[in-house]
């Protein structure tokens, strides 16, 4: 069984406050895009629990350590499934802010519930993957949402930025979560997040922001060179995904103006 596995972009994300948890409380919203990875999940003919291949971008480590792999074994240890054989093709880029492991976690736990015919629903769904990732769980409905609680509380809203052109950029710098939240000064927005996106696109650069940028535009630079990058391009609105590092401009249509991002990871196409 075939799926794509799709990454997302922040628009915005405001750090309200701490949790005794040890997290922080949170408002984002998050925005699915075209960037993917490929999944295939099919019965075992030869295997006893299962083979995991990937292609793509290299992945390092236990494959026990995967999300994919653990979502798998929180299905198996809750359901009767067969073993079964996973492909990964890895195409989202680590650390970036994409949500690329969650994705495919959740990817993965949609996908068992479909080949298996476990019946599982959505509400339930969305608990596992909470299991697994605070950003799991938005990609099990996988639309625009705007999310509070550690990102994990998910209400619907009417947006659309259907037929706008998006670029991203990810540059070659990983971003600790520690030095995400370095310099950030955790507090409630005048304005909440939920209605400020119900504005223009054309009024979020001076009314939505990351809070991250503060503390990863401080230490790298150079990522804040592609946010103003974008915007001499003609972006609409530009902004840091997540806690970094790739940075993603909104355009009316694609732009004309072109900048050479060097050795950047960078894509981009018609948003849905």
């Not at 409380?25 to 895009?33: A, S």
């Not at 993957?129 to 950003?135: E, P, Q, R, T, V």
Request: hydrophobic fraction near 40%; proline fraction near 6%; charge should be negative.
């Amino acid at each position: 069984m075939l799926t794509y596995p799709n990454a997302k972009i922040n628009l915005g994300l405001n750090v309200v406050k701490p949790r005794p948890d040890g997290y922080h409380n949170i408002e984002t919203v998050f925005y699915p895009i075209g960037l993917s990875d490929v999944l295939d999940v099919e019965v075992s003919e030869t295997c006893s629990d299962y083979s995991f291949s990937t292609s793509g971008i290299t992945l390092e480590g236990d494959p026990e350590d995967n999300l994919i792999v653990k979502a798998y074994r929180l299905i198996r240890s809750a359901y009767q499934i067969s073993p079964i054989d996973i492909s990964l093709c890895k195409q989202i880029p680590f650390g970036a802010g994409l949500g690329g492991g969650s994705s495919d976690a959740a990817f993965m736990l949609k996908t068992l519930n479909d080949l298996f015919e476990l019946k599982i629903t959505t509400k339930k769904l969305e608990r596992l993957a909470s299991k697994l990732g605070a950003d799991c769980p938005v990609f099990i409905q996988n639309k625009p949402v705007f999310a509070k609680g550690i990102g994990n509380e998910f209400t619907s809203i009417e947006l659309s930025l259907k037929d706008k052109f998006l670029v991203l950029v990810k540059p070659d710098i990983h971003i600790s979560t520690p030095e995400a939240y370095s310099l950030v000064v955790p507090e409630k927005p005048e304005i909440s997040l939920a209605e400020l996106i119900k504005q223009p696109i054309t009024e979020w650069k001076n009314m939505i922001k990351n809070d991250f940028e503060k503390s990863v535009f401080a230490n790298h630079p150079e990522i804040e060179a592609i946010k103003d990058n974008l915007y001499k391009m003609g972006a609409l609105y530009a902004s840091m995904s997540g806690s970094g590092s790739s940075v993603f401009g909104i355009f009316e249509t694609e732009p004309e103006k072109t900048i050479d991002f060097g050795k950047y990871f960078v894509t981009g196409g018609i948003l849905d």
